[in-house]
Nanobody, 121 residues
Framework: QVQLVESGGGLVQAGGSLRLSCVVS????????MGWYRRAPGNERELVAS???????TYADRVKGRFTISRDNAKNTVYLQMNSLKPEDTTVYYC???????????????WGLGTQVTVSS
């Protein structure tokens, strides 16, 4: 159906940068909102940033001014540029995408498997 594949995680020192990418593939008509979430204490997922098809963005207060979300609609890809990383940013980051399937015609709300980001102090 729909697959989301994240890449770009890894180990970085505090103050460093990473860029996450997420490619969406499958039989889809189009993508609506896309976003990045991360695993929070208690295993919940908290919103990091989201972006609408038109480019409107939302950020969690903890990452405002440090992270930037963007997307390439032609490539069905969403990015998360993470600068000034802090040890407290260490966790698993998940890609999320919502859109419309072709066959059968239906909406979807899908997740990637996650990519680990580790920030050392």
């Amino acid at each position: 159906q729909v697959q989301l594949v994240e890449s770009g995680g890894g180990l970085v020192q505090a103050g460093g940068s990473l860029r996450l990418s997420c490619v969406v593939s499958g039989s889809i008509w189009g993508l609506n909102d896309m976003g990045w979430y991360r695993r929070a204490p208690g295993n919940e997922r908290e919103l990091v940033a989201s972006i609408t098809r038109g480019g409107g963005t939302t950020y969690a207060d903890r990452v405002k001014g440090r992270f930037t979300i963007s997307r390439d609609n032609a490539k069905n890809t969403v990015y998360l540029q993470m600068n000034s990383l802090k040890p407290e940013d260490t966790t698993v980051y998940y890609c999320n995408a919502r859109g419309l399937l072709k066959y059968p015609i239906n909406t979807f709300n899908s997740w990637g498997l996650g990519t680990q980001v580790t920030v050392s102090s």
